[in-house]
């Protein structure tokens, strides 16, 4: 490894921690509530905002944009948490048509502001390996924070103190890493070890930051694309500390 | 002066019917050219904004509905609009402005196409069989295109053909003084080490003489290996380059995070008319291009 490619590697290692710090509490809590595709009908919300702002020709001022973004990531969070309370049986079909209909009314309002498009897509596409260094400080921050709010909020019994946070959250690192590594790593570690009772969070931290690791190192040794090498690397590290476990399991 | 400007803007707007020919431009440079070389005898439409990457647009029923009205469709070609044009000019059922026909004008037919590629493999990302689609950034592609697009212009409308005629000598002579112009000021530029976010702008370098030294996005739309940008930053240390250069349709990031590693200055070019505030028509785009060049060598 030379140090041009850990210069590469470690803001988007960084990164890829700082992206899991959160989202594997709050992907434990996803998985347990049932409401796996909720990241991505928020990012599509947020998406939406960022098309308003364009659309305002406002979208010159990064700060705005991204105020709008998390409003409206949090309108999206008061959406969900009413649909949870309403109509919890069928909240993930509920879920799922709030990201088609935020998704279509995206394209519809493009129509008329092409380029409004191109920042949505810029929103959602994330990509690792562009992190800046301005970026990392901002989300350093925003995790603290969230991590912060979570200690006090996780045994809330309001559902918008969850939704709220994890609007803040995917709103964040969607925009820094794009969508699939934020549902790889909101889902992956939290599904390898659900069945785990005994250091089920230091596991899953392991099996983040190895997904992201080899994920990264993979990048540079088979020039591949580092978001999807990411997700598969993590994946395979999930199959593999569940095989291990299975294993002890019937040796014991 | 001004009042016989509005008061011929006032004709013109309450008698379209004047226009004796409805032109669908797939880009907004076609469209700027067919405005230069037809002036009032087009009625002008354009398919894509400046700000829209012409390779991925949704085929729409407005888009087929103006096809279906046109008598000249007028586009780069080269594939660029292979992903939606086809689709729209087969449902519009106008069968003069279907390839082939009289009403379909393919500009880069009329060019020396750059990056030929002499093996077709799809693995390599958006490659085009063609050649590279951008031919929009040299100006003197405009001169043979201009040429071509009358005598199809005549073609169509033989009626105005002293017209065209005409307009197209006007052009030629302008157009030759400009590219003087663009040359004479281009000269710091001449042989400048310059990094190109994606495959854009073959052209711009053949024209100017400016030397790529290495492409961030090599394949357009796809996440780049981490092994490609160590291999661009290695590059970098042995022959560093000035700037990184970026079309104003195209997402920040990735000239950002180079230029921030290896501090080069961001020159993010208009692209096509409209591409930028001050790019208002043919001219003003590459006045505004050289410009943004030339501040980029600071």
């Known amino acids: 490894m030379t140090s041009l490619e850990l210069d590469i590697l470690l803001p988007a290692f960084v990164a890829g921690l700082l992206i899991l710090a959160t989202h594997i509490p709050l992907g434990m809590r996803v998985l347990q509530r049932g409401v796996i595709f909720a990241d991505l009908a928020i990012a599509q919300i947020a998406g939406l905002g960022v098309i308003i702002t364009a659309l305002l020709e406002l979208n010159h001022m990064p700060l705005l944009v991204q105020t709008i973004a998390a409003s409206s990531a949090l309108c999206g969070a008061a959406l969900l948490s009413w649909i949870e309370r309403i109509a919890p049986e069928v909240k993930e079909a509920y879920i799922g048509l709030t990201f088609v209909l935020a998704a279509s009314l995206g394209i519809l309002l493009m129509n008329h502001d092409v380029h409004a498009g191109e920042h949505l897509k810029d929103l959602l596409v994330g990509q690792i390996l562009w992190v800046s260094n301005a970026q990392l400080i901002g989300t350093t921050i925003l995790?603290?924070?969230?991590?912060?709010?979570?200690?006090t909020l996780r045994n809330s019994k309001n559902h918008f103190a969850f939704y709220g946070l994890f609007a803040l959250a995917v709103t964040a690192s969607v925009q820094l890493v794009g969508i699939y590594l934020v549902f790889a790593s909101l889902i992956v570690?939290?599904?390898?070890?659900?069945?785990?009772?005994?250091?089920?969070?230091?596991?899953?931290?392991?099996?983040?930051?190895?997904?992201?690791?080899?994920?990264?190192?993979?990048?540079v040794w088979f020039d591949l694309p580092a978001g999807a090498a990411i997700v598969w690397m993590m994946a395979l590290v999930a199959i593999l500390l569940n095989a291990i476990i299975h294993r002890q399991k019937s040796l014991t | 002066m001004q009042k016989i400007f509005l008061i011929s803007l006032l004709l013109l707007l309450s008698n379209?019917?004047?226009?004796?020919?409805?032109?669908?431009a797939c880009e907004p440079e076609w469209a700027a050219l067919t405005q230069e070389l037809a002036g009032d005898k087009a009625n002008l439409y354009t398919a894509t904004g400046p700000l829209q990457d012409p390779h991925r647009i949704e085929a729409r029923p407005s888009l087929i509905a103006k096809a279906r009205r046109a008598n000249l469709v007028v586009c780069t070609g080269?594939?660029?609009?292979?992903?939606?044009?086809?689709?729209?000019?087969?449902?519009?059922?106008?069968?003069?402005v279907l390839p082939g026909g009289a009403g379909y004008f393919e500009a880069a037919s009329f060019v020396k196409m750059l990056e030929v590629p002499t093996r077709l493999d799809r693995g390599d990302g958006d490659v085009h069989a063609q050649g590279n689609p951008h031919i929009q950034t040299d100006p003197r592609n405009f001169l043979p295109i201009a040429d071509a697009l009358t005598k199809r212009l005549i073609q169509l409308d033989a009626t105005n053909s002293n017209e065209y005629q005409q307009r197209l000598a006007g052009f030629n002579t302008k157009w030759r003084a400009a590219i003087a112009r663009w040359e004479q000021q281009a000269t710091?530029?001449?042989?400048?080490?310059?990094?190109?976010?994606?495959?854009?702008?073959?052209?711009?370098?053949d024209w100017l003489m400016l030397k790529e030294i290495a492409?961030?996005?090599?394949?357009?739309?796809?996440?780049?290996?981490?092994?490609?940008?160590?291999?661009?930053?290695?590059?970098?240390?042995?022959?560093?380059?000035?700037?990184?250069?970026?079309?104003?349709?195209?997402?920040?990031?990735?000239?950002e995070w180079i230029a921030q590693r290896a501090h080069l200055n961001i020159v993010e070019l208009p692209y096509t008319v409209g591409g930028s505030d001050k790019a208002k028509?043919?001219?003003?785009?590459?006045?505004?291009?050289?410009?943004?060049?030339?501040?980029?060598?600071?």
């Open chain 2, 78 to 96: 080269a594939e660029l609009e292979v992903a939606w044009l086809p689709v729209v000019l087969r449902e519009s059922g106008n069968n003069t």
């Open chain 1, 143 to 151: 995790s603290a924070a969230i991590l912060l709010a979570w200690r």
């Open chain 2, 215 to 255: 492409t961030l996005e090599p394949k357009p739309g796809m996440e780049p290996s981490a092994a490609h940008l160590s291999q661009i930053l290695n590059t970098l240390q042995k022959q560093p380059a000035k700037m990184v250069l970026r079309a104003a349709y195209q997402d920040a990031r990735p000239s």
């Open chain 2, 188 to 205: 710091p530029l001449k042989g400048m080490p310059v990094l190109v976010q994606h495959q854009g702008f073959p052209y711009l370098s």
């Open chain 1, 189 to 219: 570690p939290a599904l390898a070890t659900h069945k785990i009772q005994r250091w089920r969070m230091p596991l899953a931290y392991a099996v983040g930051s190895m997904g992201y690791m080899l994920g990264l190192l993979a990048s």
């Open chain 2, 16 to 24: 379209p019917a004047q226009a004796a020919l409805n032109v669908f």
């Open chain 2, 281 to 298: 028509n043919l001219y003003a785009l590459f006045d505004d291009t050289i410009t943004k060049l030339l501040a980029g060598l600071r």
